[in-house]
């Protein structure tokens, strides 16, 4: 199963939209996992019609984009127990502010954002991932999203997908 993972697109704010390769990416994928800050409910309903989305609000999104999506979430797709969440807060670094949020549960992995810096590191055996932003990079040299890929019985695999 091919996942695609993305945060921050930031849509719609001046002339941003998602780059060609992130929509094949997502066309060829059988979820969309996004760790908030769509912006807007447009950009998430563009998002949501390329197929199904899990995702969390982030600190810049909506009262709509609130009122459809939790703060954070685990989901078990086949058989990898995955966390979500945007990972804004006060005090701590975005990493450690997303590894705390599911402290008391038991994931393999947990995807975040909110920082637009792609991470892909384990921490007390839990890989965190970050998969940057595709369109708002801040000080990053390019743009990025995450690709998963995840077998029957639980294998997987993710990476990072970087461009200008």
């Known amino acids: ?6 945060s921050d697109t930031h849509l719609p704010k001046g002339r941003r939209k998602l780059p060609d390769n992130l929509i094949k990416d997502i066309q060829e994928s059988e979820f969309i996992i996004h760790a ?3 912006q807007s409910a447009e950009s998430y309903k563009e998002i949501a ?3 199904e989305l899990v995702g969390v609000y982030g600190n810049v999104d909506d009262r709509e984009i609130r009122n459809i999506l939790p703060k954070r979430r685990v989901c078990l797709i086949n058989g990898v127990k995955i966390g979500i969440v945007h990972g804004d807060g006060k005090g701590k670094t975005t990493e ?5 949020a599911f ?3 038991e994931v ?3 995807i975040f954002g909110h920082s637009h810096i792609p991470y892909l590191r384990y921490h007390d055996g839990v890989l965190l991932f970050n998969p940057g932003s595709p369109t708002d990079k801040r000080k990053m040299p390019v743009f990025s999203h995450g690709l998963m ?6 294998s997987w695999s993710i990476q990072h997908k970087f461009y200008s």
């Open 108 to 110: 393999d992995m947990i």
């Open 103 to 105: 402290d008391n549960e």
């Open 49 to 51: 019609r390329f197929g």
């Open 1 to 6: 199963m091919k996942i695609t993972v993305l």
């Open 96 to 100: 450690k502010r997303a590894r705390e």
């Open 149 to 154: 890929e995840i077998e029957h019985g639980g």
């Open 36 to 38: 908030g800050d769509f």
